[in-house]
Every structure is written in structure tokens, then in C-alpha cells.
């Protein structure tokens, strides 16, 4: 989650200038709409992250006096975003970041994409340019 804001304050003139160009809004509807929301909810994520991912231990059952319950959070599974295109960057960045903070990564689809990886770190997120035949695939 904290790549993911670096990377967000590191391309925010990149974005607005393509929401600039792909929707006519002014840098501050796009920071305002988008960016500024995105942020929020990154911020919210890593301070509620801790609790969340925490266990928590319960009663069991009589029967099984005098066991008891722990539940641990063991997240599994894959997550595909397919974005729409009135609102690009919000309706991908939070559902990734939420991906990212449930499952450790996700796969987006988007309008528009372009692939970074500048380090040999494995991405926590793929991103890829949506099209009907790559969505279709994903759908598979």
C-alpha cells in the first residue's frame, strides 16, 4: 500500500494530464474526484490494516468443553478489476488497493495501461490494457 501511494505522488501530474485529456477534467476535479480520494483511502487502509488482518479467539462449542476457538485470517484467492471508463483512476486504484491489502495483489484491466516494474521485486499488481478479448479471457 505504500508503493502504491509513492506511486501515485510520483505520477500525479502523469494522471491529471490524462484525465485532462481522456475526460476534461482540470487538475483540481481531478485531484478533488480521484486522486484526493484514492489517498484517503490508502491512508484509512494502512491504519486499519493491523486490526484486520488480526485473529481473534472465540468460545467453542460445549461438546467441546474446554477447547477453545481462534480464528486466524488466512486470505486466498485471486482478484480480477475491470475498471470502468467514466472514472479510471478511482474505480481501479481503490479497488486494487483493497485487493492488495486483502489478498497481497490483484490483476487490473483497464482502459488505458502501461506495465512498470522497477525493481525485481514481484508486483503486487498487474496491470493490463482492457480490451473485449482480454476481458473475455479473464472472464474464462
Known sequence: LKLL??????HE????????????????????TEIMLVR?????????????????IGL??????PATVRKVRNPHGR?????????PFLLTMDPLAT???AVGG??????VAEQEHQNDDP????????????HSHYLR
Not at 41 to 54: D, F, N
Request: one cysteine or more; aromatic letters at 8%; hydrophobic letters at 55%.
Open 99 to 101: 485487493a492488495i491489502a
Open 79 to 87: 482478484v480480477l478489476i475491470m475498471s470502468p471508463w467514466n472514472y
Open 13 to 32: 501530474a502523469e494522471i491529471e494530464s490524462a484525465l485532462l485529456q481522456d475526460l476534461g477534467k482540470c487538475a483540481f476535479e481531478a485531484f478533488e
Open 123 to 134: 508486483p503486487a499488481a498487474a496491470v493490463t490494457p482492457g480490451t473485449v478479448v482480454t
Open 60 to 65: 467453542a462449542p460445549v461438546v467441546h468443553f
Open 40 to 56: 484517503s483511502e490508502l491512508k484509512a487502509m494502512r491504519r486499519h490494516l493491523p486490526l484486520w488482518q488480526a485473529g481473534s
Open 5 to 10: 501511494e509513492k506511486w501515485i505522488d510520483t
Open 106 to 111: 490483484a490483476a487490473a484491466a483497464t482502459a
